[in-house]
């Protein structure tokens, strides 16, 4: 393409040239003429001989023309012979003759102005267009050696880029192969440069990145599966034995059998909260998200949780301030605090205070549960998000490990930002909804 440019460039360079000269030539001869014309008027023809005699002897033969004619067709003056058929332009090859200078001189072309003179004669006026065809050749000969040079350059340039381009695509395509062959913690390699091939293997490498987060995820979840699995399905088992004949009687009998049940319903409730959290990472429910009143919300889990806290010796208060709605998926939200008023109930003393709040921080939006019993030390804040993982101190409260996990989850699908704090004493944790234009909040978008 480059060379194809600059071969273009050089055609129109070129032909410019050679008109612009030729134009200039036309103009000279022209204006030649006319003076010319004019003496034959004011001196006569005798005159015009006289001048173009001159002209020719000063001119030494070079490149300039004449030939003047009387009305009876008589060659007066001039180093041309022949009339041209007719006035005005006319073009004429010519060949000059051999001199010591120039022993096989080229044949020329001649052009030729003719115009009619005072008492009926005719002068001719001739300029050599070999001036044209010097400068062109000239022209022709720079362009070419300039064009071999810049098709060498693009060659050579052309190649090396190919080269370092190709050399990189192999080492990133060679990566590639290592890393579907299995070797996931391999990287496509990264050069420093700010380039495209550079940002392409740094996605590539955050894709990466993420996938084996995943899957590590994925393979820790399938081995808690496995492990939170073994205890209650090991009780069952044992459950069953019991039911085994020579059983002791009814009574035993009937309260093995609800045992077992019981075992069951907490199976399956982990089945459910467990397709509950995959469900939600899809994300698949952000399409369905609907203007969600927080305050609302909360105040309707405070009517209905405050019995249940008092029942087991504990004050739910609510610390709430009008704000504007979020989009989300509402039973998704109700859930999601549930979990967490539920935590706060099942995993304090009695007499724990406990707080739904609903505030405000700028753009944000914050909601979440307080309470002022025991807390979450600092370093297993992130820890308990993971699903099954529960203090030890909880090892024999009821649950699975999974509410704050599903918790997580809810908040990960509203692009909420989900923080535990210290409550000095206790544990709060607050969801942080954005109420930035990307999830838009117009006033009658408000639930009625
Ligand atoms: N409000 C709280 N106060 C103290 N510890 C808590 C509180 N909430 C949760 N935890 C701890 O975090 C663990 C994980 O909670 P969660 O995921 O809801 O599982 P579960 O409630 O089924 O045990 C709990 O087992 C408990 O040890
Ligand atoms: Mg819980």
């Given at each position: 393409m480059f060379t194809l440019s600059s071969l273009l460039t050089a055609a129109v360079l070129w032909l410019g040239t050679g008109r612009e000269a030729a134009s200039e030539q036309r103009q000279e001869l022209v204006a030649d003429a006319r003076d010319l014309v004019l003496l034959s008027y004011q001196r006569g023809l005798d005159a015009v001989s006289t001048e173009i005699e001159e002209r020719i002897i000063l001119g030494a033969g070079l490149e300039r023309w004449y030939a003047l004619y009387a009305g009876n067709g008589?060659?007066?003056?001039?180093?041309l012979d022949g009339l041209p058929p007719h006035e005005g332009w006319s073009q004429r090859r010519f060949t000059p003759r051999a001199t010591t200078l120039a022993p096989s001189p080229r044949s020329r072309r001649l052009g030729l102005y003719t115009v009619r003179t005072a008492r009926g004669g005719w002068l001719v006026v001739g300029r050599d267009a070999y001036f044209i065809q010097h400068m062109r050749d000239v022209a022709e000969r720079i362009f070419l050696f300039a064009l071999a040079l810049i098709v060498a350059l693009s060659l050579v340039v052309g190649w090396l880029i190919g080269r370092q381009l190709l050399r990189r695509v192999g080492a990133m395509s060679l990566a590639a192969e290592r890393i579907s062959d299995g070797d996931l913690d391999h990287r496509m390699p990264v050069r420093g440069a700010a380039d495209e091939l550079d940002m392409i293997a740094r996605t590539v490498n955050q894709m990466l990145d993420r996938i084996t987060s995943l899957l590590a995820d994925v393979r820790r979840l399938g081995a808690d599966i496995a492990h939170d699995l073994r205890t209650p399905l090991t009780r069952l088992r044992h459950r069953l034995e019991q039911l085994r004949p020579p059983s002791a009687g009814a009574a035993a009998h009937e309260a093995a059998v609800d045992a077992a049940l019981a075992e069951i319903d907490g199976l399956l409730d982990i089945f459910q909260a467990l397709l509950r959290i995959a469900g939600i990472a899809s994300g698949e429910l952000r399409r369905s998200f609907a203007p969600v009143d927080l305050e609302a919300l909360l105040r309707e889990l405070h009517d209905a949780y405050a019995a249940v806290a008092e029942a087991e010796g504990h004050r739910l208060e609510a610390t709430i301030t009008p704000q504007p709605p979020i989009r989300g998926d509402r039973s998704l939200l109700v859930q999601a605090f549930v979990n967490l008023i539920e935590n706060a109930i099942r995993h304090t003393p009695p007499g724990t205070r406990i707080a739904l709040e609903l505030g405000r921080a700028g753009d944000t939006l914050l909601a979440g549960v307080r309470d002022d019993g025991p807390g979450i030390p600092e370093h297993e804040h992130a820890q308990v998000l993971q699903p099954f993982m529960r203090l030890d101190r909880s090892r024999h409260t009821e649950g699975n490990g999974l509410g704050l996990a599903l918790v997580a989850s809810v908040a990960e699908l509203h692009r909420a930002v989900l923080q535990l704090d210290d409550a000095r004493p206790g544990l709060r944790v607050t969801l942080g909804f954005s109420l930035v234009p990307g999830l838009p909040h117009t006033p009658d978008e408000r639930p009625g």
């Open positions: 008589i060659k007066l003056a001039g180093n």
